[in-house]
């Protein structure tokens, strides 16, 4: 069997009425395929309650709120009916309370009661004026904005005087400190190049050391075991007879330089003795003059000539005057 187009489109907007009827009703706090339950409560200030708020009893949602209306004429009270949606118990003695969020989200906040005996559909409950949202608030504010005018007009004032202050000279001198600021920007840049800035190359050179110690690990831990056996054949020796050793001999040529120093010994009077020397010096210039004789008047000494004569002349008294080292 073949549906005809019309009754496509009828289905269609069927479908569609039923659906915007039911999110309608959804979103007015209806909920069609659910029994609910109908209260009522009576406020003198609805403050910005509407349809479709919250009901909560304890921070949880049990409901909406149905519908807002007139008690009378005068509007000195308004009706709220609230359509429960939770198959809950709310005792006689509870209150309904309108309330808010500092971000402007009303509802009807339920302070449950202590009764054993529950609300019924129909029932109306007592209210309580929450007036501790909005004067908080107020009160909170008010402070806050007296604070914001003042600096505000602080502000004024501050700015008033720049203005003032800041000449064209002034200007000039900010504006050469920007340009400042930014030459030094740009040489911290150049400064922090990865690949040819001083940072970057002094990094490099710092790697490149420590892989050339990381090469040579080995050289250097075979020096560092040198130099502690060094250190232990060093601290092996036999210091202390050393040291001994050249205690005595120190000992001894202060003993040697005490003898040189006394007359009684031979070189110590040798050294002291004015008289000595003065011999030894005659005994060498006698000995100096008799060679010089000697080599002077060789005949006198020896003659072996047969025909010679004896050489008669006198011998000498003082050597004899030499410019070199006689042969």
Do not use: C
């Amino acid at each position: 069997m073949k549906i005809s187009n019309e009754t496509k489109v009828g289905v269609l907007t069927v479908t569609s009425l039923t659906l915007l009827i039911l999110g309608f009703n959804f979103l007015k706090g209806k909920d069609l395929f659910k029994k609910n339950k109908m209260i009522h409560a009576v406020f003198h200030d609805l403050g910005g309650l509407e349809k479709s708020n919250d009901v909560k009893v304890n921070g949880y949602k049990v409901g909406k709120v149905y519908s807002i209306g007139l008690k009378d004429k005068n509007m000195d009270e308004f009706v709220v009916t609230i359509n429960l949606n939770e198959d809950v118990h709310i005792p006689k003695d509870s209150k309904a309370i309108i309330t808010s969020t500092l971000v402007g989200v009303w509802s009807i906040n339920i302070a449950k009661g202590e009764q054993n005996d529950y609300l019924k559909p129909g029932d109306t409950l007592a209210t309580k004026l929450d007036a501790t949202i909005l004067d908080d608030v107020k009160a909170q504010l008010t402070p806050t904005l007296e604070k914001v005018r003042k600096t505000l007009d602080s502000l004024n004032s501050v700015f008033g005087k720049i203005n003032g202050v800041l000449n064209a000279e002034a200007k000039n001198n900010i504006q050469q400190t920007l340009a400042n600021l930014n030459t030094a920007s740009t040489s911290l840049n150049g400064l922090l190049d990865n690949q040819n800035g001083a940072l970057a190359k002094t990094l490099n050179n710092a790697e490149q050391l420590t892989s050339s110690l990381k090469e040579n690990t080995d050289d250097i831990r075979a020096t560092v075991g040198n130099a502690k056996k060094a250190s232990e054949k060093l601290a092996n020796l036999e210091i202390q007879p050393t040291i001994e050793s050249l205690q005595e001999t120190i000992k001894q040529l202060k003993d040697v330089v005490v003898k040189m120093n006394s007359k009684d010994g031979t070189l110590g009077a040798l050294i002291n003795d004015k008289a000595l020397y003065n011999k030894l010096n005659d005994a060498i210039l006698s000995a100096e003059i008799l060679m010089d004789d000697l080599r002077t008047h060789p005949k006198r000494y020896v003659n072996l000539s047969i025909f010679g004569k004896k050489d008669k002349t006198g011998p000498i008294t003082s050597p004899a005057i030499k410019d070199s080292v006689p042969k």
